[in-house]
Every structure is written in structure tokens, then in C-alpha cells.
């Protein structure tokens, strides 16, 4: 039995969420978007990866947890939740987590579910939160994981933007509690001294600047938004590849000029909206139109990975921000 099902109580076949054909380019455009494909593309992928690999991953179980609420039924999510509550109950209990970086993106995990679900802080979600703070550095920032797989596990300026989002999404006044204040002021304090290494994690920080106060001015926020714009493309997409200079495993670059893809629209619609653009903001609607005409017949939205051409798991992550850039940022939410 995985651990996975050891934490959810379950028993059911990994066949019960079919593990979607390998991820390639050329995969043919679904005739509409459909919701319930994406479900079951982020199904396969999120409950197979926690099955599978016993673990929280930036790239594709823990956007799963983000994302998938915001879709008709349940299906996967309670499993994958319940693993999420299991890592934050084994730390409460004294067992020694997977290392700073994995406690917080569990604690994010965790606190942005229980925000767009119940509004309840839950007890493991307070564990994650409790014990992430006891790992922050006194500079402001965490030990993160610097495997070079950009944008997400490679700089401590990542998983600093993780730990405030996690922060400030958490329900029910967590982040007034004295150990987060405290972690708060020094995040503050490490965002003044260290600039953004690039315009991906400029649009992290505008993110996290949503949840907690004082991290962007204004003015700063303003001109995040009009760099992102500014990167939006003709076809009314963004590519992953013009928000940083990012060079492949075999030293090659990444071409800043390559098509509008899936992770880089979703994450940059979500977050505008999120940061206060209207449902009807030009690059906004450009954004969701590319979406809604760009899911593939799986369900997923391609995305080229930074590193290589084997696998693609940030079409994972890519799929979950379009699904929240079109579901959750929708007119009326």
C-alpha cells in the first residue's frame, strides 16, 4: 500500500485515475475547452504522483490541490488532501519532515485549500504553518531546493514568495499569531534587500503582495503589472521562457521569443486578477481567450520544460494556473 493510501484510508486501484498518455508538443488542440477533461487530466496526474512518489512537489501535486476545488466534483482531491494532512500530523507528532522546503509548500498547500474551502484553518494546516516558521532563516528566507530546475526548485527567492503566500492566504487570522508576525518582518526585510532575479518571480512576489501587506508599494506593484503586459503576446498568450533567462540542462538558452504556452498564461492571468485587474482587462480577456482555445485534447496545456525534453512536468503546474485563470478568475469570483 502507497503512502498515500495509508493517509487517506483508501484502498482503490491506481486505475481509478488513468494516468494521462505522456506529455508531447504536437498533441492536437480539443475541439472546446472542457472543464471536466482538465479535472481528469489533473486527477491523473496529482493522485498518480502522490501515489506513486509518496511526496509534495511544487510541479504537480501541490498546484493540484490549488486548482482542482475550483472544478465540478471531488473526485482525487480528498486523497491528495489527506496525504497533505498526514506529512503536517507526522511533524506535530515529532517525526522529522523531508527537509524546510518541503514543509513549506505543504503548509501553502494546506492553507490555500482550507482558504477556497471551508475558511477553516485546519489542525494540520496549523502544524505546517507552526513548523515552517521554525525553519525560516533569521536573513528572512528558507533553505529551498536548488536541484536547477527553474522556475520553481533552483533560488531561495522562490520558496520565500511560497512561504508569504502561505502566510497570507491562511484562514482565520494565522497570520497575526506572534510566531507569524515575526516571520512576516523578516520576509518584509528580505524583499527590500534582494531583488527579484526575474520577472517570474516579480510575479510571485505581486502574488504574495495580495496576501500580505506591505511587500510591494503601489507604485511597485503597478509596474510589475505593466512588465507583464508588456510580455503579453500577439496571439494574447505568455511564454515561460520570456519571464526569465533560463538556460536548458545542455547549456543551451531558452527562446525568450517561443510560443505562448500554458503554465505562463495561466500563472499571469490568475495573478493579475488576483492583483486587482477586472474580468474585462484587455489582457485579461486576450489571456483566458488564448486558454479557452488552447487546451489540448487530454485536457492539459502544453508546456515546454525549462530544463529538458523528457518529461514536462511543468505542463502539471501549467495546467492547474489555467485552470485557476479561467475557473476561479472568472467574472463574479
Known amino acids: 500500500m502507497t503512502p498515500a493510501l495509508v493517509f487517506a484510508g483508501l484502498l482503490a486501484a491506481p486505475a481509478d485515475f488513468p494516468e494521462p498518455a505522456p506529455t508531447r508538443a504536437d498533441e492536437p488542440l480539443a475541439r472546446t475547452y472542457s472543464p471536466a477533461k482538465a479535472a481528469a487530466y489533473l486527477d491523473g496526474v496529482g493522485v498518480g504522483w502522490t501515489r506513486d512518489r509518496g511526496c509534495v512537489t511544487?510541479?504537480?501535486?501541490?498546484?493540484?490541490?490549488?486548482?482542482?476545488?475550483a472544478l465540478p466534483g471531488d473526485a482525487g482531491y480528498s486523497e491528495v488532501r489527506a496525504f497533505f494532512e498526514g506529512e503536517a500530523a507526522g511533524w506535530a507528532k515529532g517525526e522529522k519532515p523531508?527537509?524546510?522546503?518541503?514543509v513549506v509548500a505543504t503548509a501553502?498547500?494546506?492553507?490555500f485549500s482550507d482558504a477556497r474551502t471551508t475558511g477553516k484553518l485546519h489542525p494540520?494546516?496549523?502544524?505546517?504553518?507552526?513548523?515552517?516558521?521554525?525553519?525560516?532563516?533569521?536573513?528572512?528566507?528558507?533553505?529551498?531546493?536548488?536541484?536547477?530546475?527553474?522556475?520553481?526548485?533552483h533560488d531561495d527567492y522562490y520558496g520565500?514568495?511560497?512561504?508569504?503566500?502561505?502566510?497570507?492566504?491562511?484562514?482565520?487570522?494565522?497570520?497575526?499569531?506572534?510566531?507569524?508576525?515575526?516571520?512576516?518582518?523578516?520576509?518584509?526585510?528580505?524583499?527590500?534587500?534582494?531583488?527579484?532575479?526575474?520577472?517570474?518571480?516579480?510575479?510571485?512576489?505581486?502574488?504574495?503582495?495580495?496576501?500580505?501587506d506591505g511587500l510591494l508599494t503601489a507604485d511597485e506593484r503597478a509596474a510589475?503589472?505593466?512588465?507583464?503586459?508588456?510580455?503579453?503576446?500577439?496571439?494574447g498568450g505568455w511564454s515561460l521562457s520570456s519571464l526569465g533567462d533560463y538556460k536548458r540542462r545542455d547549456g543551451s538558452a531558452n527562446d525568450p521569443a517561443a510560443p505562448s504556452d500554458g503554465y505562463?498564461?495561466?500563472?499571469?492571468?490568475?495573478?493579475?486578477?488576483?492583483a486587482g485587474a477586472k474580468a474585462d482587462d484587455p489582457a485579461v480577456v486576450k489571456g483566458q481567450t488564448w486558454l479557452k482555445a488552447n487546451q489540448r485534447e487530454s485536457g492539459r496545456?502544453?508546456?515546454r520544460s525549462l530544463n529538458n525534453d523528457k518529461k514536462h512536468f511543468i505542463t502539471n503546474a501549467g495546467t492547474a494556473f489555467a485552470v485557476l485563470a479561467v475557473e476561479e478568475a472568472r467574472p463574479g469570483r
Not at 523531508?98 to 518541503?102: K, Q
Not at 494540520?124 to 522556475?151: F, H
Not at 505562463?264 to 488576483?274: D, E, I, K, S
Request: charged share 20%; hydrophobic share 45%.
Open 98 to 102: 523531508r527537509g524546510d522546503a518541503y
Open 301 to 303: 496545456w502544453f508546456t
Open 58 to 69: 511544487c510541479h504537480t501535486n501541490l498546484p493540484y490541490l490549488l486548482a482542482r476545488p
Open 160 to 212: 520565500a514568495t511560497v512561504a508569504a503566500l502561505a502566510a497570507g492566504v491562511a484562514p482565520e487570522g494565522n497570520a497575526k499569531t506572534d510566531a507569524a508576525k515575526a516571520g512576516i518582518e523578516k520576509l518584509k526585510a528580505y524583499f527590500r534587500q534582494t531583488p527579484a532575479p526575474d520577472l517570474h518571480h516579480k510575479t510571485m512576489l505581486l502574488w504574495a503582495s495580495t496576501a500580505v
Open 264 to 274: 505562463a498564461t495561466g500563472f499571469v492571468v490568475y495573478v493579475l486578477r488576483q
Open 224 to 235: 510589475v503589472v505593466a512588465e507583464l503586459e508588456a510580455k503579453q503576446r500577439t496571439d
Open 124 to 153: 494540520a494546516t496549523r502544524a505546517a504553518l507552526d513548523r515552517m516558521w521554525q525553519g525560516q532563516k533569521p536573513s528572512g528566507e528558507w533553505n529551498w531546493l536548488k536541484c536547477d530546475w527553474p522556475p520553481m526548485e
Open 108 to 111: 501553502f498547500g494546506l492553507a
